[in-house]
């Protein structure tokens, strides 16, 4: 069972990332856009018509093209979930415009299809530049592999994996493709396949599958299947999540829409009903019936969720912030206390040894032992190895500890590279060989750029210091805590001591911002209320369990996208706000007064088409810089 002796090898540093350049559908792309444009067209050609008196061939087939064009989508679908015995407004308003056609009133129900195809054109507009501002972050972070070849490793993208390549799948990653594990010991997480979160023991020989998360061993797969077609529907399937999954308030929204609109159809039978069999006139009851139909149905509320938060989605992609849904974009904005990682978090999580203290030889076999580990210290330890020419054999028997260090077998010696104990001023790690210390190694990695702004701004935006959550010594904690302006601190932390951290506060009723890279804070990121990785330095499991990625390492965005989410949520209850006082409005009016169909119809969609719009302002360039100005 060993591992690939890799002494010559010069691993290749993953692909510098490229430029943002999401790929932009145009909005005339978009088939609901363009019905809507054709309902537009023929309803503008029919109306100057309709107004100067033309005779009705004239303007009538340009107004049967308006409603053809506008209506036939909702119609549709409004009949399909009726078959599925749910009524949608979509369905009352079709059929409100087929019924003013009826009563003579062209120009109302050309208005009320237009405007209404118009709205729909939005929401989908909004959906649809959600999904190429998350395509456009997942080709800047590729999935990668390394694979093992004769030379040594080199970090490829996922998809120019073939079916005979070997990769080395270290803990915490994701398994590029389907393959036969070849040596190596692991346990996998199958749940992105059987739904089961109980990981399953991996041993040479077993089949593994493209997707499943690797746990705390590292194995040597074969490449049995070619993983291109994994790779598209994984991209697939996040882009749809992202999309698609509905906000709290939009399912809440939503539930109270059904039996609303059930409540819309009754009163408007019986406000027909009840007036003609008592003798009143029947166009005159058809017609108050009719405008109450449209004033009262919940367009403009069942509007007002997602356009703000898909459009919020899509300008924090555009920014290196993948907010994984909906849901979790208004949920940010909620977050009242901060807790963030060390290394890799606030510091560059590229460490390097400054000192090596004790058997100079014992760095070779540590370099052996931290091969086959995804963590930033292990990296470092390699490096310094193969800086000194070392030759670093081949280890067996590989095993990690979240947050404590890594064991193999070197050379026939059981060799660990652990936490050292006692107090340091950096980050101490210490090489023990068949028992005995041999050597304590000192590293040194440096704060990110922007750290201490970002963890100010955070500070202001909840109200509270951040704390920071770290496994390493309480010294080296000190040592960045200080320099990044945080107070809070604590060391020591095993993966479960910063879960139960995060709970703990959650219990006290705070909702936490976790920030995390490692394997090692993937609990605290399931914990926490939202989990932000860091896209470059992040592990599989960590970008994984997080709610929000940011994918070029950038700690200003976090705050920015805090205050985007916050603002996307000032706008929904705005939007909620204006639909519930414009229904409201109208509905008395209709019912007390006298509301001509007309202005109904104008208030009703314009009210619609608003707050539409109001939600779409969030996909303007600026709607970020006004975060960043929010946090500043
Ligand atoms: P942090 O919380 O700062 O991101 P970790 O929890 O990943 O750090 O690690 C905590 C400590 O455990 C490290 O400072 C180090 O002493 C030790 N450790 C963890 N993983 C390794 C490893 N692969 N090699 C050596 N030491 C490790
Ligand atoms: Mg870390």
């Known amino acids: ?168 799948v270290r803990p915490g990653e994701r398994l590029p493709a389907d393959g036969t594990v070849l040596n190596g010991t692991s346990d996998i997480d199958r749940a992105s396949i059987t739904g089961e979160p109980l990981p399953a023991p991996a041993v040479p020989g077993d089949e593994v599958f493209a997707g499943t998360l690797n746990g705390s061993g590292a194995l040597r797969v074969r490449v049995d299947k070619d993983p291109g077609d994994f790779v598209v529907a994984r991209i697939v399937a996040l882009v749809e999540e992202a999309s698609a999954t509905k906000a709290p308030t939009q399912l809440f929204v939503e539930k109270i829409e059904q039996r609303y609109s059930v409540g819309v159809v009754v009163a408007t039978l019986a406000l027909f009903g009840l007036p003609v069999a008592f003798g009143a006139d029947l166009t005159e009851a058809l017609l108050r019936a009719m405008t109450f139909m449209i004033v009262a149905s919940p367009c403009a509320v069942v509007l007002a969720t997602m ?81 000194r020419g070392l030759r670093v054999p081949e280890a067996t028997d590989f095993a990690a500890e979240p947050g404590q260090g890594v064991r193999a077998v070197v050379d026939g010696h059981d060799v660990r590279v652990r936490r050292a104990s006692g107090t340091h001023g950096d980050t101490a790690v210490e090489v023990v060989v068949d028992g005995a210390p041999a050597a304590v190694l000192e590293l040194s990695d440096r704060l990110r750029e922007g750290a201490a702004e970002a963890v100010a701004a955070l500070g202001r935006l909840t109200g509270t210091a951040p704390t920071l959550l770290t496994g390493d010594n309480a010294g080296a904690a000190a040592r960045i805590a200080a320099e990044a302006g945080i107070d809070d601190v604590r060391a020591g932390l095993l993966p479960h001591d910063k879960a139960e951290a995060v709970r703990e506060w959650e219990r006290a009723g705070a909702k936490v911002l976790l920030v995390g890279d490692g394997v090692n804070d993937a609990p605290a990121l399931a914990a926490a209320h939202t989990g932000v990785a860091m896209g470059r330095a992040g592990s599989d499991l960590a970008l994984e369990t997080a709610d929000v990625v940011v994918v070029r390492d950038e700690l200003g965005a976090i705050p920015a996208v805090v205050a985007l989410s916050r603002r996307a949520r000032r706008l929904v209850v705005q939007n909620l706000v204006i639909a519930g006082v414009c229904i409201g409005a109208l509905v008395v009016w209709d019912l007390v007064g006298h509301l001509p169909l007309p202005l109904g119809v104008a208030g009703h969609e314009g009210s619609t088409v608003l707050v539409g719009l109001n939600g779409l302002r969030l996909l303007r360039e600026a709607a970020w810089r006004r975060a960043e100005k929010a946090v500043a």
């Open 1 to 168: 069972m060993a591992l690939p002796e890799l002494d010559t090898a010069q691993a290749t540093a993953p692909a510098p990332a490229r430029a943002v350049r999401p790929t932009r559908t145009r909005a005339t792309a978009l088939p609901e856009v363009r019905w809507a444009a054709l309902a537009a067209l023929a309803f503008l050609a029919a109306f100057p018509l309709d107004l100067a008196g033309a005779p009705g061939w004239a303007w009538g087939p340009l107004y049967a093209v308006c409603y053809a064009a506008g209506g036939w989508e909702p119609a549709v679908a409004g009949l399909q979930a009726l078959r599925e015995r749910s009524l949608d407004v979509d369905l009352l308003m079709v059929v409100a415009a087929i019924g003013a056609a009826a009563i003579g009133q062209y120009l109302d129900g050309g208005l009320l299809i237009v405007i209404f195809a118009v709205s729909g054109a939005l929401e989908a507009l909004a959906t649809r530049r959600t999904a190429d501002s998350v395509r456009g972050l997942l080709d800047l972070a590729p999935a990668t592999a390394v694979r093992l070849t004769a030379a040594g490793e080199e970090t490829v993208e996922a998809t120019a994996l073939v079916p005979g390549d070997t990769v080395l």
């Open 307 to 387: 356009p703000p938060l898909l459009s919020a989605i899509a300008t924090a992609g555009r920014h290196g912030v993948l907010v994984k849904s909906a849901v979790v974009m208004e949920r940010l904005g909620a977050i009242d206390r901060v807790a963030l990682d060390k290394t890799g978090t606030l510091t560059e999580g590229a460490p390097r040894v400054t000192a090596v203290r004790g058997d100079a030889t014992a760095l070779a076999l540590a370099a052996a032992a931290e091969l086959p580990s995804e963590h930033p210290l292990a990296r470092a330890v390699v490096a310094e190895a193969r800086a």
